[in-house]
Nanobody, 120 residues
């Protein structure tokens, strides 16, 4: 019904910048919010940040605030994650997720993830 596909990951060097994309397709009448998560090897997924679809209001984890920026293009049904000043600690699989309701708990749709590897 709804599919999310991430792209833009790759191998980069510390200090580089990267923009990840998450394109939604299918019956996307509206989203309440979309979010970016990441999962490093041996660790659980952690929330990077989210964006409220209608207002564009964003929130970020303290660990990435100031370096990560989430934005969205409603016409393209795409959400972006701009990452600046990449650190080796940012190495992880990055996932996007969509919440289609302000009432149910948790995200309803998930992408397959895109690998970001940051070398020293």
């Amino acid at each position: 019904q709804v599919q999310l596909v991430e792209s833009g990951g790759g191998l980069v060097q510390a200090g580089d910048s990267l923009r990840l994309s998450c394109a939604a397709s299918g019956r996307t009448f509206s989203f309440y919010a979309m979010a970016w998560f990441r999962q490093a090897p041996g660790k659980e997924r952690e929330l990077v940040g989210h964006i409220m679809w209608t207002s564009g209001r964003t929130n970020y984890a303290d660990s990435v605030k100031g370096r990560f920026t989430i934005s969205r293009d409603s016409a393209k049904k795409t959400v972006y994650l701009q990452i600046d000043s990449l650190k080796p600690e940012d190495t992880a699989v990055y996932y996007c997720a969509a919440d289609d309701s302000p009432y149910n708990i948790g995200y309803d749709y998930w992408g397959q993830g895109t690998q970001v590897t940051v070398s020293s």
